[in-house]
Every structure is written in C-alpha cells, then in structure tokens.
C-alpha cells in the first residue's frame, strides 16, 4: 500500500536524520527514567498508606501509570512533532512544499516529523505495563488483550484527530503552538484514574481534552473493568473525530490557499 | 537604594507592557500550577476517606486545606528562570545584560514579581473556588499568619537564589535541561508537593530539612496551615536565614565563575 | 599614557579548538585523545587613541575587528596583552567603567520587543542612573537628530529594520557615554538610512567629543567617517594611519580615465584596460609611470577628458588582504 511506503521513507529519514545526534539517545533515556521513577515513587508513597485507590488497586494502577507511558510514547514519537511541524510550516509558508506534492497533503504533515527516541518511552512504558499484568495474574485473558489494542487504538485516533484539529486552528489563528503546551500540561492527569477526579473534571478529560480514552479506557480494558458501553463509545468517538478532523483539515486548508499569494 | 528601586519600577512597566504578548505562556504556567496540587488533592482525599477519614496526620478536610494552600505558595515562589538562562546564553544575549552597570538577577527579578502580580490575584480566585468544592480547613492562628509574610518572602528569595544559580549551569553545558529535571525531581518530592512533608518516612524528613527545599515551599504551607508550634516556626525562619546566606553565597561564587567563563569564550 | 581615551598594548584572544574528524572511528579516538589547535583571533596588536578621535576598523571576517571590540568593552577577556579605556582596565567591568562606553552590534537587539522604544529608554534611564533633566536633554538632542519623533510611541515589532537600528542606537547613547564602539552599525541598512546614521556619528562625535571606534565592511562608512583606519587581518595589525596614506602605501597602481571621441579605440598598448562604457575607457597603469603614460595619450589621441584617481578602496583592501593571505 502506498500509504505503508511512505510511513516507512518518512520514518527512515527522520531516523537518519536524528541518528546524527546520538547524545539524544541518552538524554531521552535519562529524562524518560527520571520521569518513570517519579510517577513510581509517587504511587509508592500513596500505596504506603492503602490498598485500593478509587476501586483500583495498585497493579491495576501500575498498569495505568505504564499506559500513560506507552501512549505519551506512543504521542511524542509521532503525533505531537508532526502537528508541531504543521503548525511551523503554516506560519513560515513551508506547507506550500508539501502541498505541492502529488500526495495526500494531511497524511504527509501526519507523518513528517518523527521524534525517534520517544520510542524509549514506549518500551518503558511497555515495561511497566507487562510487570503489572504480571502482578495481576491469570486476570488478563484473550478479551482483555484485544479489548486493549482495541481501545488503545481508538484512543490514538482520538488524539491524533483532536491535534489535527488544534493544529489545524492555525491556519486561522496565529499563537497556536500554545494550546498544544497545555495539552502536555493536562496529560499529567491521565496518571491516575479518571474514576477518581469529580465530575465536572471528568467530563472535562473525557470531552475537552480527551485524555480518558487514551489513558484510563485502556487500562479499564486491561483489568476487566471495561464495559460495553465505554468501548463502543470510544469507537465511535474516534470516527467521529476522525472524520470531524478530516474535514476541518479541508476547509483549513481552502482557506490556506485561499489566502496565500 | 534610590536608584535600585527606579530600576525596579521601570522593569515592572516594561514586564506590564510586554505582558499582553505572553498571556497564552501566563495561562498555560496557571493550568498546570493548579492541576497538579489539584490531582494531589483529589488522590489523597480519596485515599483519606477510604482509610477512615484520615491518613497520617491529616484529615479529608486538612488535606484539601493543605494542597489549596501549597498551589498558591508554590505560585508565589515559583520562577522560570532556568529556562530563560539556556536561551540567553545560546542566543548569545548575555552580551547586551553584561554591558550594563547593572547586575541581571534585578531586572529578572522584576519581571518575576511583576508577572505575579498580575496571575497571583488570579489563582486566588481559583483556589477559593475550589475551596468551595472541596472545603477545606484551614485555621491558623493570628501569629501564625503573620509570621507566615516574612516566611514567604523568605522562601522567594531562598528558591530565587537557588534557582538563578542553578540556571547558571548554562555557562558550562548544554545539557541544562537533565539538571533541571532532577531538580525538579528533588522539588516535587522534598518540597511537599507529592504528599505533606508528615507522610514520608523520618529519613526523608530529615533529608527534606536539610536541603532547603522544605524551606521554599513547604514550610511556608505548613505555617499558614497553622501546624506548627511557635518554636517550630522560629526554627523554620532561622533554617530560611541559613539558605538565604548560603544561597547567596553561591550565587556570588558561581555567578562570577561563569562571567569568566563566559568572558572567555565570548558569544 | 593616561591622556589616551583608548590604549592597547601586545593584545591577543587565542582560542583553543579541539578538532575531530567524522566517522565512528574517529569519535571514539576522541574519547581518550582530544586533538586541539589555537585560533589566534587577535594576535599581538597595539595602538591608542586619542579622546574625540573616530577610527575605523577595517578587516575581512574573521579578522579580529569584532573581538578586539568585545575586548575592549569588557565582554571578552584577553588571553594576554594590556588594554585600558577611559583608564579603566575593560575586563574588571567596573560600574563606573561600564556607565561611560556603550557597543552597539548589528544583530543585538536591547529594545523589549512588544513596546514602544520609549519605554526601553525610560529603562535604560534608570540603569544607567541618568539624572532626569539629563535624560530630556539628550533624549531630545537624539530624537532630533535621528528624527525618531513618529517612532517613539510605536512598538518596536511594527517598524522597519533601519527605524529600529535608529532607536537601537538612540538607547545606546541616552547615557551619553565617552567611548562608542560600533560593531557593523549600518549592516542590512539601505543606502540612504546608512548615510543618515554616518551623518549622525560625525554629529554625535562632534557635539560630545565621544572616542568612536567603528568596524564596517563597508568603505562608504569608513571614507565618510575616519581619517585614521585601522587594517586587522588574521587577527593581526596590517596598517595604522591615514585614509589617504593606506592608499598610497598599499597600492602600486593609478587609475586613469579617458574620454574619447571613438567609442571602438585600442588602448592596450597604453595600460590593462578595467572597463569601457561607450566613450569612456577605465585603464589600470602602473603607479610609477602615471605621469608618462598620460603624456602620451594626450599627445596621442583626440581626449575630450582625462581623470587620474586611486582606485577604489576595496580594491586597496583587497589587494592589503591578498598580500598578507599568501
């Protein structure tokens, strides 16, 4: 498929181009370890003092907090650079390059720019995700398993969708990089159980900036506690967004070419 | 003197003016300056409440009073002046501020006292509408209150001093941002913002006292919370005293070893 | 000695470099063995300067103009050699020292970005402890000279590149300091925005008697503004003196222009022809044998003009550069 093709160049390059900085490599990994040992001391002083932290208990947890890992990994490495870059490039008029290439125009901003090491966090945060189900015992079976990459998947739909349409506030606004820091900002929330935060921050995490469905969901999946309910909605919430994003892509981008001389 | 505070004026009217460029930076700083003490504050309550209404020393109640409280105090302590310092020194901007009759640290400190005085009376309001919802309890006594005005402005000067000279580091290497990240590591953990300084084991406490990072955040909290006895809060002053010297001491030190550093290679 | 504004003695900033090459190999070769060679940005250069003089600096990139003037204005320490400014040794950045220099640099920028140059002025007043009446007057003197009264109010992001260069130098002169150092002032400028800021040096320098020490690649700045030019090359001092005198002692050449009747004449038996444009033809002769070249063409030829000049400058420079490259 030529869309795999592309994945596979566009990654190849970014690569090569970051191999050039192998100091990166250890100072992702130190500031990645750094950040992991945090969070697990954090859960190591709350877990001192109790069982079960708003029904979940600390495996379950520990799952959570290697979820948040694997999916910032997840986000860093691909979405979070390429929609900076997009946004870059719409206020320096470099999008014209791009749109000037017989391809899809929103798959290439998409996958432009790789933050290669970010996949370091991706294997530390696997790491911690496998220890836990390990603690967990026989409680993760084939239905939990799918169910995760299910919602895992759904849950990067989401974000990629609810970026693309962030960024895509560019092609109108001009300070946007911004919102994209406060995103950061809130993520940290997705730490600990959304269960746990009263309602109205719920539904802030869950609708605003939906950080619920790429954290908390799938950790649910992994511990059995998902129900039907949630899964579905997921799903058809990352259509939905996904679509939603396609077209606010559209008309961003007629309004682009529009203005530009 | 006279002149030290017509050099201060001016930098708040130029800090004021410029600030309606960066309102963004100022409402992003405020987001996550308000989230994190906010998710503490809803992880502990919920660990309190399962646990019989208290853990350690402090009730559902206390702890919501504990966490509002630290979200301002951390707020008004807070600086960014490590970031600044990496780009200064990359952009080669230092040149400009070292050709002046006047040492850096003043207009930074401005600019710091300046911006807060424009968010701070936003997070007040912020942190009594969480009150609301999530009712606190703070009843400190009348001295106590008033001891905790030169405890702040102790605790200003004490993270202000550290963490300019900390910036510094820029001087001698790129890799700013590692140290950053373990200082703030240390901050979190030893400043009582993951949980009250109480809840930690005594070794850690002990830890906590020595460095001074009880002393920026944590300390000022705990005496506005009215948890501590008169002698305690004496200590805590004269431990800020203490780091207040020190403090300055090594910012004079690495301050003039990085000028010549700096002085050496030029930009 | 204490009566120079300016005194430089066997002045020298070496750099050290540590060089690698590419490859695998190579960098882990340099994890035990750090190769280094020496830079000498300035290599031994001395001279003074007189209060109220204006000189020039003259010098390729990389020549050591820009460096000699950090040096001097305290912001880079020199590896060894004497200078002193004002009396003051430049790299103990005194207060006192500081508040009577000021270094102007092309791409340093000390006006806030978002607000008016005033506001940065105003800032500027109290850092450098300007009395308020003191301030007026000068700030007035400068708007007027520079004609910065529409700008003031402006922000700086809203003007262009040559306004803000005039306030960039207005700030750096509100504490009318004794010793201005100029670093490539009038670089990115168009034409006649840098002959407005030449303009302005000669009339600064001459109303304050101000020491000013001015690096440029461009001759127009220089011709227009120093009768004494400094020539710096690989960081050492080529020449010293006279405008005039750089001219005469580093060319060997003269140029002679001649107009004709004939737009096709062929006058390479008398000297290598430079240029032609229709009736007027540029010839290059050697120096030594100006005055007979010209006899003959005028015995010669039907001359309707006939110009004998130096040539221009750059070409002296370049040859100066050329010399000493080899």
């Not at chain 1, 100091?23 to 002083?45: D, H, K, R």
């Not at chain 3, 407005?196 to 001015?214: D, P, Q």
């Not at chain 3, 001092?237 to 060997?252: C, H, I, W």
């Amino acid at each position: 498929m030529n869309y795999l093709r592309l994945l596979f160049v566009f990654f190849r390059v970014n690569v090569l181009g970051e191999m050039a900085y192998r100091a990166n490599f250890f100072i992702q990994l130190f500031q990645s370890m750094v950040e992991l040992v945090t969070a697990l001391l954090g859960l190591a002083v709350v877990f001192s003092y109790t069982n079960t932290l708003g029904g979940w208990n600390p495996n379950e947890v520990l799952a959570l907090v290697g979820v948040y890992f694997l999916v910032g990994g997840l986000i860093g490495l691909v979405v979070q650079p390429a929609m900076g870059k997009l946004i870059e490039s719409v206020r320096d008029g470099t999008l014209d390059f791009t749109l000037a290439k017989p391809e899809d125009a929103q798959l290439l901003v998409s996958i432009q720019r790789v933050e290669i090491w970010k996949l370091i966090d991706i294997v530390l945060g696997f790491g911690v995700l496998t220890t836990a189900l390990v603690r967990l015992g026989e409680h993760v079976g084939g239905w939990e398993a799918l169910s995760f990459t299910v919602m895992l998947l759904a849950g990067v739909v989401i974000i990629y969708s609810f970026w693309l349409i962030l960024a895509a506030l560019s092609f109108w606004f001009v300070r946007v990089e911004n919102i994209l820091e406060i995103f950061q900002s809130v993520y940290e929330a997705g730490r600990w159980p959304i269960s746990l935060y009263p309602g109205w921050m719920r539904f802030a995490l869950t609708f605003i900036i939906p950080i619920a469905f790429v954290t908390t969901v799938p950790a649910e999946a992994l511990t059995g506690r998902l129900t039907v309910e949630t899964l579905a909605g997921a799903v058809v919430l990352a259509g939905v967004l996904f679509a939603l994003s396609r077209a606010v892509w559209r008309v961003g981008l007629r309004q682009y070419s529009g203005t530009s001389a | 003197m006279n002149n030290l505070w017509d050099l201060y004026l001016q930098q708040f009217k130029t800090t004021f003016a410029s600030m309606v460029q960066y309102r963004a930076s100022l409402v992003i700083w405020m987001i996550s300056h308000v989230l994190e003490p906010l998710v503490y504050l809803i992880v502990w309550s919920t660990v309190s409440l399962t646990g019989g209404g208290s853990v350690g020393d402090y009730t559902t109640r206390q702890f919501a009073g504990y966490f509002l409280v630290l979200m301002l105090v951390n707020h008004v302590t807070y600086t960014w002046i490590m970031y600044e310092f990496e780009y200064r020194v990359r952009e080669g901007m230092f040149s400009v501020a070292l050709l002046k009759p006047v040492h850096p640290i003043h207009s930074d400190i401005a600019d710091n006292i300046s911006s807060k005085l424009i968010t701070l009376p936003m997070m007040i309001v912020v942190a009594v509408g969480l009150g609301f919802m999530f009712h606190p309890v703070i009843a400190p006594p009348v001295w106590a209150l008033a001891s905790a005005i030169p405890a702040l402005v102790l605790a200003f000067m004490v993270r202000f001093l550290l963490e300019w000279t900390l910036a510094q580091s820029a001087f001698w290497t790129t890799r700013v941002g590692a140290i950053n990240q373990i200082y703030f590591v240390l901050v979190l953990f030893l400043s009582g913002q993951i949980a009250p300084l109480t809840l930690f084991p005594k070794f850690v406490q002990i830890i906590a006292g020595v460095l001074p990072f009880r002393w920026m955040i944590g300390f000022p909290v705990e005496l506005l919370l009215g948890r501590l006895s008169p002698e305690q809060a004496w200590a805590g002053i004269g431990a800020q005293l203490v780091w207040l010297l020190v403090g300055y001491a090594l910012f004079r030190i690495v301050w003039r070893a990085g000028v010549r550093i700096y002085s050496a290679v030029g930009a | 000695m204490s009566s120079n504004a300016i005194h430089i003695e066997n002045l020298q900033k070496i750099y050290v470099v540590s060089e690698r090459e590419s490859g695998v190999r190579a960098a882990f070769q340099s994890l035990f063995h750090r190769r280094t060679s020496e830079v000498r940005a300035v290599d031994g250069i001395s001279f003074n300067v007189d209060p109220g003089e204006i000189v020039g600096f003259l010098g390729p990139n990389g020549a050591g103009k820009t460096t000699t003037l950090k040096m001097l204005s305290g912001l880079l320490h020199p590896t060894t050699g004497d200078a002193s400014v004002l009396g003051f040794v430049p790299s103990r950045r005194e207060r006192a020292f500081l508040r009577q220099i000021t270094l102007v640099m092309g791409q340093r920028n000390e006006l806030y970005w978002d607000i008016p140059p005033l506001d940065s002025f105003e800032l500027n007043r109290a850092v450098y402890r300007i009395p308020t009446a003191d301030y007026r007057r000068m700030l007035d003197e400068l708007t007027d000279l520079l004609n910065l009264q529409e700008l003031l109010h402006k922000p700086v992001r809203n003007l262009s590149l040559g306004e803000r260069m005039k306030c960039e130098i207005a700030a750096a002169l509100l504490h009318t300091p004794q010793v201005v150092f100029l670093d490539e002032p009038t670089i990115g400028l168009d034409v006649t925005m840098q002959r407005r800021i030449r303009s302005f040096i000669a009339e600064y320098n001459k109303r304050f008697g101000a020491t000013v020490l001015l690096t440029s690649h461009y001759m127009a700045d220089v011709e227009a503004l120093c009768k004494r030019v400094i020539v710096i090359h690989h960081g050492k001092l080529l020449f010293d003196g006279d405008l005039s005198r750089l001219v005469q002692k580093f060319t060997a050449h003269k140029t002679i222009i001649v107009q004709l009747e004939q737009p096709d004449a062929d006058l390479s038996s008398y000297g290598e022809l430079v240029s032609h444009d229709e009736s007027h033809y540029t010839l290059r002769v050697p120096k030594s044998e100006t005055a007979h070249i010209t006899e003959r063409l005028l015995a010669d030829l039907p001359i309707i003009d006939l110009l004998v000049e130096d040539p221009p400058i750059e070409e002296v420079i370049e040859q100066v550069f050329a010399q000493e490259g080899a």
